[in-house]
């Protein structure tokens, strides 16, 4: 079992450069492979990127490519999420997830475990 809580969400100007943190507790986190997912209302849950154990990343979506970047650090049991040149099109719940499956990791139905998510907002 792991337990994922995001922090670090909030309001933030076009152009803000935050950081989300998932801190992790439970089973053996440095063998997961965790996940950065949003949603806006309406609209499904959509692929961030996602970073493995060995702190490889899988791959970043084309809309946040260049501007997001996923690290973690396996000693605090925490991933994170650096947020840069944020845009208002990037307003969401964002949510990260742990998975111990090979691959689909833009898929959520290839996660075990989520956090309950944390809410960023962008407007001037």
């Known amino acids: 079992q792991v337990q994922l809580v995001e922090s670090g969400g909030g309001l933030g100007q076009p152009g803000a450069s935050p950081r989300l943190s998932c801190a992790t507790s439970?089973?053996?986190?440095?063998?997961?492979?965790v996940g950065w997912f949003r949603q806006t209302p309406g609209k499904e849950r959509e692929s961030v990127g996602a970073?493995?154990?060995?702190?490889?990343?899988?791959y970043y979506a084309n809309s946040v490519s260049g501007r997001f970047t996923i690290s973690r650090d396996n000693a605090k049991n925490t991933v994170y999420l650096q947020m840069n040149s944020l845009k208002s099109e990037d307003t969401a719940v964002y949510y990260c997830?742990?998975?111990?499956?090979?691959?689909?990791?833009?898929?959520?139905?290839?996660?075990?475990?989520w956090g309950q998510g944390t809410q960023v907002t962008v407007s001037s």
């Open positions: 439970g089973s053996t986190f440095s063998s997961y492979t």
């Open positions: 997830a742990a998975s111990v499956r090979a691959g689909n990791y833009d898929r959520t139905w290839a996660y075990d475990y």
């Open positions: 970073i493995r154990w060995s702190g490889v990343i899988t």
